[in-house]
């Protein structure tokens, strides 16, 4: 009797901290959000008060026409900004209802990099990561080609974060299954054996102090999600030190979903599959 | 006549730095820039003493609160005023505090932005 009543009260003493953990996880996500959903909203508010400013100056040539497409042209890249953000969010829910739905064909990989690659040019210039790349041509599998291209963009994206000023090996395989096997090697500082996981939950990064690095934390953790949702895997394998390689396998084809009451069925024209 | 005393700007996002770059040079102001903290600190040892500095304070590389205790323990950068900026609405109030001349909540507004650097540099004839 006595011994029940002890493992009650461990097991609500368990109970509450798990939940005062969630709290906190939340609390600080918030925080986290919010500062990034307002880093845009700085440069937009600028771009649009300065038209404001130079108008309201009153000479009836006080604003050029060139003035003005550049400050809509800035203006528009941060809405751009505020809507990616707002996508990784809505991402989240997605997952974490079971609603992340792959829209399946055939993508031919090494295309599809070299096209993030080439998109991503000029901040990789800024950042001063040269791309190495090595791209057979014959890597082409069934695939959600918006999908993995926002884990390609992840991948350079976290580079150019975490490993400025040297050059980003990005090598493409065929696996013997008809797979596809991605490494994107950085030379960062790399990442120690015991954050190798957490790095891929929610709301993680690779550094312990959450000044020095902005970005709410998804990224990882929603790639790792869509290559599971395809029957593969995203790892990444660091000696601390020597930088660290992201590595991304898919197969050939994703699995066909298993039919459960907890997620949504599969729609009839069997091209789409719901993780 | 001296030259005008220099804005420095120190901004990790490059999109933020630019946008207060552009308005500050609207404003007849002269501008640096900087990535961080420690860009920030290198800018001071090269140039003459900005007329004021405005402070990111998440930044990768050095923060602004580490900029800011390196600049408070070095004797030669006393008195240069600094605003800082930050999307954390909990560092209202806490200038004086933290012993800076004001405080600028992201996003910034043109209006404040230009008030705050205008109080300690005059306005310019832009």
Redesign the interface.
Known sequence: MIAARISTAIDNALLYEDAQQAVRARDEFL?IA??EL??????????I??L???IRRGEPAAVSPEQILAAVE?SD??IA?VVALVEDLLDISRITAGRLTLHVEPVDVAALIRDVVERFAPSLA?AGCTPDLSLPPDVTIQADRIRLDQVVVNLITNAIKYAPGAPLRIRLRRESDGGARLEVQDQGPGIAAADQERIFTRFERAVA??????GLGLGLYISRQIAHAHGGDLVVQSTPGTGATFVVVLPAAPPVPQRDERAPLTPPDGQETAA | MSPAPVVLVIEDDPDIREAIADVLVMAGHDVALAAHGAEGLAWLEAHPRPGLILLDLMMPVMTGYEFLEHVRADRRWDGIPITLFSADGRLDGRAIELGVASFLRKPIDLDDLLAAVDSQLGPQAG
């Open positions: 925080s919010s500062h307002k880093t845009p909203l700085t440069p937009l508010r600028l771009q008060q300065k404001r400013y130079l800035k890249r941060q900004r800024d102090d959450v000044n020095k690095v902005g």
